[in-house]
């Protein structure tokens, strides 16, 4: 057996300068939401100021509000239509049609969000809905949808299917056999598929540009609209609420999937 290669300097040197291209920007503009001036690229001592800023400006926290809510509401829906359309393809026979289920499903994974979102429009102004905050719930959930059921699929396919048919054997039925075996040892991946779509929605720009009405802006757009004619240091400020609000995601996502993990790994002998 060949021992393991060490690193050499090249990588570590290539390594370093690809983190530091990653997350240098995002260190810069945490330090940079305690900058006391007024002017972005000049460093006035620390202060909490655009963060006070922030929590004062009325259009920016019904903003947030309105992206956190969609971003919620979008990522709940789109995970259980997901993990449905996931389990259909992973586990259900041979049906008519299932090419074309599997194409549409996944579609937006490769389809510019320019076309998806002018589809979307166009879709509600045939429907003649009023453009707001289910608007924008719909066309994210069509967003995300198709990222919850790869991440989903690809759990299922790699799971032990005769722990199912070893519970189904001993009594279950098959519903019952699926909820009791199969969907805690899925649940770290249900519980990814979450936080991503979580993730997706909160960051969307372009799909939410196209449905949105007056008085639902979502955050991205608000941001975008004040980026436009200037950056502000309470641009840093928000930005930096938001990298903390998904960093503590992921935390609790991760805990929850350990969790789940471990109790699937208990259950599945019996």
Not at 32 to 45: D, E, I, K
Not at 194 to 201: D, E, G, K, Q, V
């Amino acid at each position: 057996m060949r021992k393991a290669s060490r690193l050499s300097r090249f990588n570590i040197a290539s390594l370093a300068l690809g983190l530091a291209f990653l997350y240098l920007p995002i260190l810069i503009l945490v330090i940079y939401s305690f900058n006391a001036s007024r002017l972005v690229t000049v460093w006035g001592g620390w202060s909490l100021r655009w963060y006070h800023e922030f929590f004062a400006d009325r259009a920016m926290i019904e903003a947030s509000w309105m992206s956190l809510r969609v971003a919620v509401a979008s990522a709940t829906i789109a995970t259980l239509i997901g993990t449905l359309a996931a389990v259909a393809l992973s586990r259900g026979e041979r049906f008519r049609g299932r090419t074309l289920f599997s194409g549409m499903l996944y579609a937006p994974l490769v389809m510019p969000e320019v076309i998806t979102g002018l589809s979307l429009l166009l879709l509600f102004v045939a429907l003649n809905a009023e453009r707001g905050f289910w608007t924008v719930t719909i066309a994210h959930t069509t967003l995300t949808m198709c990222f919850v059921a790869v991440v989903v699929q690809s759990r299922l396919g790699s799971l032990d299917r005769s722990l199912e048919e070893a519970a189904m054997d001993l009594g279950c039925a098959p519903v019952r056999a699926f909820l009791s075996v199969t969907l805690p040892l899925i649940a770290p991946a249900i519980v990814a598929g979450w936080m991503l779509a979580f993730t997706l929605s909160l960051d969307d720009l372009v799909i939410a540009s196209f449905t949105t009405g007056p008085g639902s802006a979502t955050l991205p757009i608000r941001i975008y609209s004040e980026v436009r004619l200037g950056v502000k240091p309470e641009i840093n400020a928000i930005c930096t609420l938001v990298i903390a609000l998904i960093a503590v995601v992921i935390v609790i996502a991760s805990l929850a999937s350990k969790l789940s993990s471990s109790q699937g790994e208990s259950a599945a002998p019996l």
